[in-house]
């Protein structure tokens, strides 16, 4: 059972945030800023900063997985651009929330805006087997995961 916000474990970047867990988005968000596309052996990379405070200003590198289209939402659509969607880099990232621990897609976009920097969707709460209950804050505790969790589906 997890609450409204849990608390997660960004593992290999050696973080903890607090996440909103929002059943009505379909994807993860990670609030990130300075994201550039790259190339590294052929291969599609993304390089970015967090975009959570100023004690992460290290640039974080990680192999693009995908570019996700996510659609705007009525205020953040500009006719003079004419596009309905954003499109967003989507890098693999495990996380620990409670004692599980799951590889999730995470797209990545400036939420310094919005109270909590990570954005967890139903796609990867689906890869937590989640049941949220939104009157809960922080049921789950904080992350406690083995390394080797993320391999139990």
Same mark, same amino acid.
């Given at each position: ?37 790259? +190339? ?5 990379? $993304?390089?970015?900063?967090?975009? #959570? ?9 990680? @192999? ?5 289209? #996510? +659609? ?16 967003? @880099? $989507? #890098? ?24 909590? @920097? ?15 209950? @939104? ?19």
């Amino acid at each position: 059972m997890y609450g409204l916000n849990e608390y997660a474990s960004l593992e290999g970047i050696n973080l903890e945030v607090a996440a909103k867990l929002d059943t009505g988005a379909k994807t993860a968000s990670l609030s990130a800023r300075d994201i550039k596309r790259f +190339k590294r052996n052929g291969e599609s990379w $993304v390089r970015f900063y967090l975009a #959570i405070d100023a004690a992460h200003s290290h640039p974080i590198e990680r @192999p693009l997985a995908r570019v996700s289209k #996510i +659609k705007r939402r009525a205020g953040d659509y500009d006719p003079e651009e004419g596009k309905k969607y954003t499109a967003r @880099p $989507v #890098i693999e990232l495990d996380i620990c929330m409670g004692s599980a621990l799951r590889s999730i897609e995470v797209n990545l976009t400036d939420r310094s805006a919005f109270q909590y @920097p990570l954005l967890i969707g139903s796609e990867a709460l689906k890869r937590f087997d989640a049941l949220v209950d @939104p009157s809960l804050k922080y049921a789950a505790g904080k992350p406690a995961c083995a390394t080797d969790a993320h391999t139990a589906e």
